[in-house]
């Protein structure tokens, strides 16, 4: 819970303050105060008189009813603390910054279960433990630096991890983006990530809130409230970026020995993120930039104008661009004739717009203008400005600084020169202005910011889905595994996604009769061993009844055989669709390109169940292989829509059907009219 006390309280108390500001307890005191905290600060140690100018209390006994109270002891004092100040000081808020609690060893998950059972006892809020504190505008609740600049329109900045929440402060302070406030939740024992969106969603304020919230995750321990309040506040306007970090087993390994943290794998997490519209980044530096970006006006569309001084960093920044998809449109005709006229001799205008090293701050401005007024198709500007020592950078940044203000469309400053240009970069970002030092980093954002769809829509398609038959099947299922190929059918047709015709049985005459009365060619698969084609369970092109019985002998002579399934042999590009079952998250679906090429190539991409349409053809469309889809080099491309209705119809099913855990269709055959399933394995859990 958060309440009143956490954030605006009358009166702190700081466990464990100190002189020392190189320890946390004096540290904490000194932010306290030089953060303008305007209510009582109180301090208790035993072994001094008085703190950084504040006289001291000896011991919890001595100070008066305080409604919040930082802990900066040892682990094994703050149990007796908290119930001492729950119970005699109507402390009504904790921010714990002592480790050795559940992180470390069983002890400590002991004392952390006893302080959570007295703040839920006593209606007390709890930040912690194992965290550096709590920044807002009231109180700067925290031991470390650096402090950033704080305004109420800044970002909301959410961490699992201390230490990474400092770092991430220092990228993006360089960059100059500024804060409303940071929550590092430690170990999240009451108050998590998911909380502090939870309690942001439903007290937002959209006249006065921060429209921006930045989340470093390591354990997503409720998916289904992540998903609902980081959806709901981006519907109400907010953008959302996010790293989640320890997805990967050795990732995991290393977060659980950090913050307790359980790792999801990286499909959940990717389909998760993809159903709430948050944009995921994989790095400090991606995300303090996609924070940046997210200060900026919205991008109306993909074709950026570059202006740029230096030529190398111009075609790099076109390059990354280009890789992500987005244009930078040739500038040509009479308006760029116009525009070149102006510039010095050598200057292009093509688009890099290059003004020279030689060009001069009046320069800047008349190019930023072409692309702002003349240049229609020009929906975004990235202006490259160091210090190539021919030029008064003051003079050019002003420029710069103007047109940002003036401009209807959005300017990217990508400002390189940190070291020598240091003084003028800060000038700049003291206006109220971001910088882009990388054009590289950028474009890598801006894409990653392109490519997140908007938040799903909640609600399910049921259309051409039967739930009450998908449910009397899975009634009828009375052992868990695998289940048979007749049971793979009836599901299939209950949930409307075609399957090739098929016989399946261990009586040879049977399976020759479907194939003559199908037609030949057929393919002959063994029934019983998993992976048909690791045991030469397969057998394409039969053309004729002498080679389909002899198949079928072989066939059922491999070991763990119990039937042969008989199938029309059909053409078209595989595809293929998977699903597994994820603990909290529920179905993960993916599809992707199908046969060999998904363990081969692994481009597969994911979405969480039950999917709307907008979220499958987003995942068809993030696949690196999409050209493949849509057809490329004279090669018709695939029923996108139909491949769509697909993944959709079986993420309705997986959505009524809990008990299957993992589901495969590999391939699909797919041309311009139809996509069918050839083959399919599902395995339930009852």
């Not at 030949?520 to 080679?547: Q, T, Y």
Request: proline content about 5%; hydrophobic content about 40%.
């Amino acid at each position: 819970m958060i309440n009143r006390q956490l954030l605006n309280p009358e009166s702190i108390v700081v466990i464990g303050g100190s002189n020392n500001m190189h320890k946390p307890g004096g540290a904490i005191v000194r932010n306290i105060m030089q953060g303008g905290y305007t209510g009582t600060l109180r301090i208790v140690n035993p072994k001094e008189d008085e703190v950084q100018g504040i006289k001291v209390f000896h011991s919890i006994n001595e100070i008066p009813p305080t409604e919040l109270a930082i802990l900066v002891i040892p682990s094994k004092l703050c149990p007796d603390a908290v119930e001492q100040l729950v119970k005699e000081k109507e402390t009504k808020a904790f921010i714990i910054i002592s480790a050795g609690f559940g992180e470390e060893t069983v002890e400590g998950a002991v004392m952390e279960e006893k302080i959570l059972s007295l703040c839920k006892e006593h209606d007390a809020a709890l930040i912690g433990p194992n965290c550096i504190g709590l920044l807002t505008s009231r109180h700067h609740s925290v031991f470390t630096k650096p402090i950033p600049n704080l305004n109420p329109q800044g970002v909301d900045f959410i961490s699992g991890s201390g230490a990474t929440a400092v770092f991430i402060l220092e990228s993006a302070v360089i960059k100059g983006l500024q804060f409303n406030s940071v929550w590092s939740v430690g170990n999240g024992k009451q108050i998590g990530i998911e909380d502090v969106l939870q309690y942001m969603d439903e007290n937002f304020n959209p006249d006065t809130d921060s429209n921006v919230k930045l989340l470093y995750i390591e354990n997503i321990s409720n998916p289904d409230k992540l998903l609902f309040h980081a959806s709901s506040l981006i519907r109400k306007g907010c953008r959302i970026a996010a790293i989640k970090a320890g997805s990967s087993e050795s990732g995991s390994r290393a977060a659980s020995s950090h913050t307790g943290a359980i790792a999801s794998s990286d499909s959940a997490v990717e389909a998760l993120f993809r159903k709430a519209g948050i944009v995921r980044c994989f790095s400090r530096e991606e995300l303090t930039t996609v924070g940046c970006i997210f200060t900026l006006p919205r991008l109306k569309g993909r074709n950026f104008a570059i202006v740029t001084h230096a030529g190398g960093p111009g075609v790099m920044l076109t390059d990354a661009l280009s890789k992500g998809g987005l244009n930078v449109p040739k500038i040509e005709g009479e308006k760029a004739d116009e525009l070149k006229e102006k510039l010095f001799q050598g200057a292009s205008v093509a688009n890099p717009i290059d003004i020279l090293a030689t060009g001069t701050p009046e320069q800047l401005g008349i190019a930023i203008d072409y692309c702002e007024h003349e240049f229609k198709d020009i929906d975004a500007i990235m202006v490259i400005f160091g210090t190539p020592g021919l030029v008064k950078l003051y003079e050019a940044y002003d420029v710069l600084h103007k047109k940002i203000q003036e401009s209807g469309k959005p300017i990217f400053p990508i400002l390189p020169c940190l070291h020598t240009a240091g003084p003028e970069v800060a000038e700049f970002l003291s206006k109220g202005h971001v910088n882009f030092s990388d054009e590289v980093t950028l474009a890598t954002a801006l894409a990653q910011i392109m490519k997140t769809p908007e938040p799903a829509s909640p609600e399910i398609e049921l259309f051409g889905v039967d739930v009450p038959k998908i449910r009397k099947i899975i009634g009828n299922i009375k052992e868990s595994g695998y289940v048979s190929p007749d049971v793979v059918r009836e599901l299939f047709q209950s949930a409307g996604i075609p399957m090739v015709p098929e016989f399946v049985s261990n009586d040879k005459e049977g399976c020759l009769s479907f194939a003559a009365a199908t037609g030949f060619p057929v393919v002959a698969k063994v029934v019983g061993p998993i992976h048909k084609s690791d045991v030469g369970g397969v057998v394409l092109n039969i053309r004729s009844k002498e080679h389909l019985e002899m198949e079928f002998d072989r066939l059922m002579g491999i070991p763990g055989a119990t039937s042969v399934m008989i199938q029309k042999m059909i053409k078209g590009r595989e595809l293929f669709i998977g699903a597994k079952y994820e603990p909290k998250f529920g179905h993960v679906v993916l599809c992707g390109m199908g046969g060999i090429f998904v363990e081969v190539l692994k481009d597969v991409s994911s979405g969480l169940a039950p999917l709307s349409y907008s979220e499958a053809f987003s995942m068809i469309h993030s696949l690196r292989g999409y050209k493949i889809i849509k057809g490329t080099r004279g090669q018709k491309g695939i029923n996108e829509q139909k491949y769509a209705e697909i993944i959709v119809r079986l993420s309705t099913l997986l959505r009524f059907a809990t008990e299957i855990k993992e589901l495969d269709i590999n391939p699909l055959l797919a041309d311009e009219n139809t996509i069918t399933a050839v083959d399919a394995r599902i395995r339930i859990d009852i």
